[in-house]
């Protein structure tokens, strides 16, 4: 219950296509879904978030939507650009209760761009 | 603002030593988080310091283990090495405040147990 599985595992878009990862969960006591972006070398950077009081949220290119009922939510990358080839995580946390801080992931989609 | 820093980022030890990395959060910030990162298992929770008590704690074994100071600044050791210990050590640093749950993470430590 405490699992956060993201599909696909691997992507492959032309520049200026439209990438979609999904990721599902089961604990309806998460209440905060962020997505990070990870480039060879660094650490996850924090890309968006959202809570499950909305259905979607737009940041620059990067939008998340939220399906409460299907206990999903996706993350769609618009005009997508050959920099944005990284790996993607998907997570969830529960920061009501004492489990603050405890980020649950997904298992990573690698995003190439063709140019 | 400076971000999370990570000390050493590069570790080679061999099996049966201990290990000790360290962490310092974003100015401010009073949580830190250790997140184990490997090709299989991917991204997994160690543990979680605020105000220098463990928080929270993921399924290791007890040969992982933590501390935080009164600075904010971590440090996590692992004694008694095994290969399957090789992994990229993140941590993350948030301010630990409930409803403010954004975590940034450092560049990590990368481990390699011979």
């Known amino acids: 219950q405490q699992q956060v599985k993201q599909s696909p595992q691997s992507l492959i878009v032309q520049k200026g296509g439209i990438p979609i990862i999904n990721c599902a969960y089961e604990n309806t006591a998460f209440d905060y879904f962020p997505w990070y972006q990870q480039f060879p070398g660094k650490g996850p950077a924090l890309l968006i978030a959202?809570?499950?009081?909305?259905s979607e949220k737009k940041e620059g290119r990067f939008t998340i939507s939220f399906n409460k009922s299907a206990k999903q939510f996706s993350l769609h990358i618009m005009d997508s650009q050959p920099g944005d080839s990284a790996t993607y995580f998907c997570?969830?946390?529960?920061?009501?209760?004492?489990?603050?801080?405890?980020?649950?992931f997904g298992q990573g989609t690698t995003l190439q761009v063709k140019p | 603002k400076a971000g999370v820093t990570q000390t050493p980022r590069y570790l080679i030890k061999t099996r049966g030593q201990q290990v000790t990395l360290s962490c310092s959060p974003i100015?401010?910030?009073?949580?830190v988080s250790w997140y184990q990162q490997t090709p299989g298992q991917g991204l997994q929770f160690l543990f979680e310091y605020f105000s220098e008590t463990q928080r929270n704690k993921g399924n290791f074994p007890g040969r992982f283990s933590g501390r935080q100071f009164s600075n904010s600044r971590s440090e996590m050791n692992v004694s008694t090495l095994e290969l399957g210990d090789s992994a990229l050590y993140l941590c993350a640093s948030s301010s630990g405040l409930a409803n403010h749950n954004e975590q940034f993470f450092g560049p990590g430590t990368r481990l390699t147990v011979l």
């Open positions: 100015s401010g910030h009073r949580s």
């Open positions: 959202i809570r499950p009081d909305v």
């Open positions: 997570a969830a946390s529960n920061p009501g209760s004492s489990n603050t801080g405890k980020l649950i």
